[in-house]
């Protein structure tokens, strides 16, 4: 090894340092310069990108404050909306309640009409029949009480005794 340390040749060193140069120009010139654009631009593309990362998380945190102010909006109008239903039930089943009790007691009033309407047409009818049989009985009475001219004289005389002379 000690013979190949000794050969050192200047002209080999020469050659090569500049094909070394020529190597590293052509490398600047042709190949550092795109790799270096397209490094610059995977770094801009990920810029913009975390940039888009965080327009994004920003509009998604608003987007979610908008979509509970949203859903605190309907449950308010929800409880609205069921509170006035209940009052409208309330309402209709008071009014129906109070309109059910006034049919009621007109309904009463009408049955109670109409008994005492037919109980005094029953009453007239036994009053009609009544006054019937007795006249029926009255004139039986008298005619037998009449068919005999002894009864019938007897009868007067009885009457002239309870009538007072002025």
């Not at 069921?82 to 309640?97: G, H, P, T, Y």
């Not at 009409?113 to 006054?131: F, H, M, P, R």
């Not at 004289?153 to 009538?163: I, S, T």
Request: charge should be negative; glycine fraction near 4%; aromatic fraction near 6%.
């Amino acid at each position: 090894m000690e013979a190949l340390i000794n050969q050192f040749s200047y002209g080999l060193f020469f050659w090569q340092l500049i094909i070394l140069l020529v190597v590293i120009f052509l490398l600047g010139k042709f190949a550092w310069k795109p790799i270096v654009n397209a490094l610059d631009e995977r770094e801009q593309g990920i810029a913009n990108a975390l940039e888009a990362a965080e327009k994004a998380k920003l509009e998604m945190a608003r987007l979610t404050n908008e979509n509970e102010q949203l859903l605190k909006e309907a449950r308010a109008e929800r409880d609205v909306i069921l509170k006035e239903a209940k009052e409208l039930k309330d309402k209709i089943v008071a009014e129906a309640r109070t309109q059910a009790q006034y049919e009621g007691a007109k309904m009463i009033a009408q049955a109670k009409e109409e008994i005492d309407e037919q109980k005094n047409k029953a009453l007239a009818e036994v009053k009609s029949q009544v006054s019937s049989l007795s006249l029926d009985i009255a004139r039986k009475v008298l005619t037998r009480e009449f068919e005999d001219q002894g009864k019938q004289e007897a009868l007067v005389a009885d009457l002239l005794k309870d009538v007072k002379l002025n």
